[in-house]
């Protein structure tokens, strides 16, 4: 999805991410929700609220199958990257 605003800083400076996703849920071992971004603020601004993940597996994952739980992988091959203070809270 198209982010509601650009609210990146300059090339070279510290961009700051705060990240709420749900993963997809399963009963039985069917889906019966799909993975969502509940909210995602970058720079202190929101771009995206309840964004659904409809279009499936991401192809770089393990296993090529979607789960409710797994590994927190990150892509940078854009350029130069550089990640700093990750904190990851799971919710209840």
């Given amino acids: 999805a198209a982010p509601k605003k650009n609210a990146a ?3 070279g400076e510290w961009q ?4 709420e996703f749900q993963a997809p849920k399963f009963e039985g071992g ?3 929700a799909n993975a969502k971004f509940v909210k ?9 609220e309840n964004v659904e993940c409809v279009k499936g597996v991401t192809p770089g994952g393990l296993t090529g199958k979607e789960s ?3 590994p927190l992988m990150f892509q940078g091959d854009h350029g130069a990257v550089s990640f700093r203070n990750i904190k990851l809270t799971p919710k209840k």
């Fill in 40 to 48: 995602v603020t970058f720079n202190g601004t929101v771009i995206h």
């Fill in 16 to 19: 700051k991410f705060v990240i």
């Fill in 9 to 11: 800083k300059k090339p």
């Fill in 30 to 32: 069917k889906k019966v």
């Fill in 68 to 70: 409710a739980a797994g």
